[in-house]
């Protein structure tokens, strides 16, 4: 069983759209939770930061976290065509030694 | 420049080349990272830095062999590689050993 599971998509969306992305997990010691965006030919860019359970909001985005289900989300409001990338999450224990990361939900959102 | 700037961005190289990807950080983090990105795979972490100290080797071959001369810079010396290693190469760095990471925009290296 992978250690994080994301499903690649594609996921195509009509502009003003809300988006939610998802991950699920398997091991119960991760306790911070990472989404990144990454748009093509690029690096990967941090977009949100949580610990442990509970929701987190910055402008259009809000990500969720639910560990009693091993599954977080990222929403996304109002979705822009620059939001069209590939979107990955990530965790770590709180002991860690690494991250661990999905394969990437790719987005494009249709003006 | 600031972030993780990482050079050559496109590098094609024979199976018997020897090359070096490089990588520099101008935001003061104490750690560095090699990651490799594969289409639909997990980042697969290669090497990490703490204070130039490796204190992480993913069980990567040989013919990958990291160089960290200080916190800023971070190399991946390249020799012998095979077709299947063709991939983007992603350097990060982080504030302290595993908090989040900061990307460079990676490398992609085709293997002929």
């Known amino acids: 069983q992978k250690e994080v599971e994301q499903d690649p998509g594609p996921l195509s969306v009509p502009e003003g759209a809300i988006v939610s992305l998802n991950c699920t997990y398997s091991?119960?010691?991760?306790?911070?939770f990472m989404w990144y965006r990454q748009y093509s030919r690029k690096g990967p860019e941090l977009l949100m930061y949580?610990?442990?359970?509970g929701n987190k909001e910055d402008g259009r985005f809000t990500a969720q976290v639910d560990k009693s289900s091993k599954y977080i989300s990222l929403f996304i409001r109002d979705s822009q065509p620059s939001d069209s990338a590939t979107y990955l999450c990530?965790?770590?224990?709180?002991?860690?030694?690494?991250?661990?990361f999905g394969t990437g939900t790719s987005l494009t959102v249709i003006p | 420049e600031t972030g993780v700037t990482q050079t050559p961005r496109h590098l094609v190289m024979g199976m018997t080349n020897k090359k070096s990807l490089k990588c520099e950080q101008h935001?003061?983090?104490?750690?560095m990272y090699w990651y490799k990105q594969s289409a639909k795979k997990p980042l697969e972490l290669m090497f990490v830095?703490?204070?130039?100290?490796?204190?992480e080797n993913n069980s990567v071959p040989s013919r990958f062999s990291p160089e960290c001369p200080n916190s800023s810079h971070l190399f991946l010396h390249l020799h012998t590689l095979q077709p299947e290693d063709s991939a983007l190469y992603l350097c990060?760095?982080?504030?302290?050993?595993?908090?989040?990471?900061?990307f460079g925009n990676g490398t992609r290296l085709t293997v002929t």
């Open positions: 990060a760095s982080s504030q302290v050993l595993n908090s989040p990471l900061h």
């Open positions: 091991n119960s010691a991760f306790q911070y």
């Open positions: 949580t610990y442990s359970s």
């Open positions: 990530a965790m770590i224990p709180n002991t860690g030694n690494q991250f661990y």
């Open positions: 935001l003061g983090h104490n750690a």
């Open positions: 830095y703490n204070f130039k100290e490796q204190t």
